[in-house]
């Protein structure tokens, strides 16, 4: 794999991530309800039992999340790559509903087997939820779109000649 990809997947996959957190955090705040996945995250190894300190728990989730947001990006950039989607807003669309879908399913199972009983209305984590992986991939497709140009851009003249 070329260093412009690896750079590439992760300058996208931190853009992505964090406005999906951003999101998260701005739902979270206006409905006064905790919908912030690295927390939840956190609670989730609590659960787990997982011995470690707390600030470990936390800083382990935050780069789950993080790591989940790369290897999202690695399955969007196979996509793209193969010319199987196109860097259209439609299949940024495609994406964010299929990752939405992944998203939800993944959570539910989480849940379920670390009987956590989230103090908030699950339908409504859901919802957000969904929507913040459609705002995931939107902005996933932008800059990857972004960074090919600067990529080109930079081929063309600062390559040897």
């Known amino acids: 794999m070329d260093l412009y990809i690896i750079f590439q ?7 992505a991530t964090s406005t999906m957190t951003l999101f998260n955090y ?10 912030k996945e690295p927390l939840l995250l956190t609670y989730l190894m609590h659960n787990f039992r ?5 600030a470990s728990k936390n800083t382990l989730s935050w780069l789950l999340h993080y790591g989940i947001g790369v290897f999202l990006v690695i399955v969007y950039h196979y996509f793209w790559a193969r010319n199987i989607l196109e860097l259209s807003f439609l299949d940024a669309l495609l994406l964010g509903v299929a990752s939405g879908f992944v998203g939800v399913f993944s959570w539910i199972i989480l849940f379920k087997i ?4 989230p ?43």
């Open 9 to 15: 997947i992760i300058i996208v996959s931190i853009a």
């Open 26 to 35: 701005a739902v979270s705040a206006s409905f006064r309800e905790m919908y």
């Open 50 to 54: 997982i011995n470690l300190s707390n």
């Open 114 to 117: 670390s009987h956590y009983q």
């Open 119 to 161: 103090p908030f209305n699950l339908r409504g984590y859901y919802i957000q939820l969904f929507v913040a992986h459609i705002i995931f991939a939107l902005t996933a497709t932008a800059v990857y779109a972004i960074s090919l140009t600067v990529i080109l851009l930079t081929n063309t003249y600062f390559a040897p000649k």
